[in-house]
């Protein structure tokens, strides 16, 4: 089908014409619906903001108040103007995230944002619907990107911690959705000793606990000092492993959670001991089943590695095409 001409894909978002509204801009605009908070989706400074309520709530912690804030509930239908309807469907990306679902006339284009398809304790999982354009990411868009089950990783993590009962285990994690993932997977495995936190790791574990998240005891680091730290898990930022910081710590093993820790590389670059690959991002059979699932007409890839998967569409009968989206980053991987 052509390209229907009331969404505009441009460098720095997906445009709106017909109600002068961007999809997750990469620069302030008077109008702004956004899909979840990391910071390559959500920016600050927008005039009107539609998102969910949880992403609402990320983004005041992070950016301050948003003056312009109208909520949506996942499943809700309202009109936008020029023939448009706007749908949120859960996206199981992080807290609060969420699909664009827009409908004008016979066509329905959803904006996944970005998404996965595997279990997560700490948000609501995501949900498949049939359409007609479907505007994927494609942050791990390689076949090489199969992700492991998380108790896996976890499993690895609480072996580690037994197995040096003299050292701590310091874990990197992005403050937004990995590490309340990370922590909650934890749970699930049966660790209930506290785990301890950067200060940076704190406000947004509290906004999760808030929003009905159980985490656990959750401590911050300073509570205890050198060897009282020994048989513990601690969550920090990625840029706090070898920083200054980390020097108090008794022995750390270095960990750090990501689908990027698949790429041994990486892993050795950061001089990560113990890679955990724990991904909120869709790998490869999950971006290809979601395509599957939903079966659309046309494929719009971006945020990642577009190519394999444009070609995959063209090998299995679908039209596709990139968008050179600017400003995506690794935030939430």
Same mark, same amino acid.
């Given at each position: 089908?052509?390209?229907?001409?009331?969404?505009?894909?441009?460098?720095?978002?997906?445009?709106?014409?017909?109600?002068? @509204?961007?999809?997750?801009?990469?620069? /302030?605009? *008077?109008?702004?619906?956004?899909?979840?908070?990391?910071?390559?989706?959500?920016?600050?400074?927008? +005039?009107?903001?539609?998102?969910?309520?949880?992403?609402?709530?990320?983004?005041?912690?992070?950016?301050?108040?948003?003056?312009?804030? #109208?909520?949506?509930?996942?499943?809700? &239908?309202?009109?936008?103007?020029?023939?448009?309807?706007?749908?949120?469907?859960?996206?199981?990306?992080?807290?609060?995230?969420? #699909?664009?679902?827009?409908?004008? %006339?016979?066509?329905?284009?959803?904006?996944? +944002? =970005?998404?996965?398809?595997?279990?997560?304790?700490?948000?609501?999982?995501?949900?498949?619907?049939?359409?007609?354009?479907?505007?994927?990411? /494609?942050?791990?868009?390689?076949?090489?990107?199969?992700?492991?089950?998380?108790?896996?990783?976890?499993?690895?993590?609480?072996?580690?911690?037994?197995?040096?009962? *003299?050292?701590?285990?310091?874990? %990197?994690?992005?403050?937004?959705?990995?590490?309340?993932?990370?922590?909650?997977?934890?749970?699930?495995?049966?660790?209930? /000793?506290?785990?301890?936190?950067? %200060?940076?790791?704190?406000?947004?574990?509290?906004?999760? #606990?808030?929003?009905?998240?159980?985490?656990? =005891?959750?401590?911050?680091?300073?509570?205890?000092?050198? =060897?009282?730290?020994?048989?513990?898990?601690?969550?920090?930022?990625?840029?706090?492993?070898?920083?200054?910081?980390? &020097?108090?710590?008794?022995?750390?093993?270095?960990?750090?959670? @990501?689908?990027?820790?698949?790429?041994?590389? &990486?892993?050795?670059?950061?001089?990560?001991?113990?890679?955990?690959?724990? @991904?909120?991002? !869709?790998?490869? =059979?999950?971006?290809?089943?979601?395509?599957? *699932?939903?079966?659309?007409?046309?494929?719009?890839?971006?945020?990642?590695?577009?190519? !394999?998967?444009?070609?995959?569409?063209?090998?299995?009968? &679908?039209?596709?095409?990139?968008?050179?989206?600017?400003?995506?980053?690794?935030?939430? *991987?």
């Amino acid at each position: 089908m052509p390209s229907p001409d009331w969404i505009i894909p441009h460098g720095h978002g997906l445009y709106l014409p017909g109600i002068d @509204s961007w999809i997750d801009p990469g620069r /302030a605009v *008077d109008r702004a619906i956004i899909t979840h908070g990391h910071a390559d989706h959500a920016r600050a400074g927008h +005039g009107a903001v539609l998102a969910t309520a949880e992403t609402l709530a990320i983004m005041q912690q992070r950016f301050g108040p948003q003056p312009g804030r #109208q909520a949506m509930a996942y499943g809700e &239908r309202l009109p936008l103007g020029d023939g448009i309807t706007l749908m949120l469907l859960p996206a199981g990306h992080v807290l609060g995230s969420a #699909q664009i679902v827009l409908e004008k %006339g016979a066509t329905r284009l959803i904006v996944s +944002g =970005d998404y996965k398809r595997r279990p997560d304790p700490t948000c609501t999982p995501f949900e498949p619907l049939a359409c007609d354009i479907f505007i994927t990411e /494609a942050t791990f868009g390689l076949p090489v990107f199969r992700h492991p089950d998380a108790a896996a990783e976890v499993a690895k993590l609480l072996a580690t911690l037994r197995a040096n009962p *003299d050292r701590c285990v310091l874990v %990197g994690a992005y403050a937004l959705g990995k590490a309340q993932r990370l922590i909650a997977e934890v749970r699930r495995s049966g660790h209930d /000793a506290p785990i301890y936190l950067h %200060g940076a790791m704190t406000a947004l574990c509290e906004l999760y #606990q808030a929003h009905g998240v159980a985490l656990g =005891d959750l401590r911050p680091v300073g509570t205890l000092k050198g =060897d009282a730290l020994k048989g513990h898990i601690i969550v920090a930022p990625p840029s706090a492993l070898h920083d200054r910081w980390s &020097r108090r710590l008794p022995d750390p093993v270095t960990a750090m959670a @990501s689908g990027w820790m698949r790429v041994r590389q &990486r892993a050795v670059q950061r001089g990560v001991e113990l890679p955990l690959i724990i @991904s909120d991002h !869709a790998d490869w =059979d999950e971006l290809t089943a979601t395509i599957t *699932d939903l079966s659309p007409g046309d494929v719009w890839v971006t945020h990642g590695r577009e190519e !394999a998967l444009v070609r995959w569409c063209a090998l299995n009968q &679908r039209r596709a095409r990139a968008l050179a989206l600017v400003g995506r980053e690794e935030e939430g *991987d």
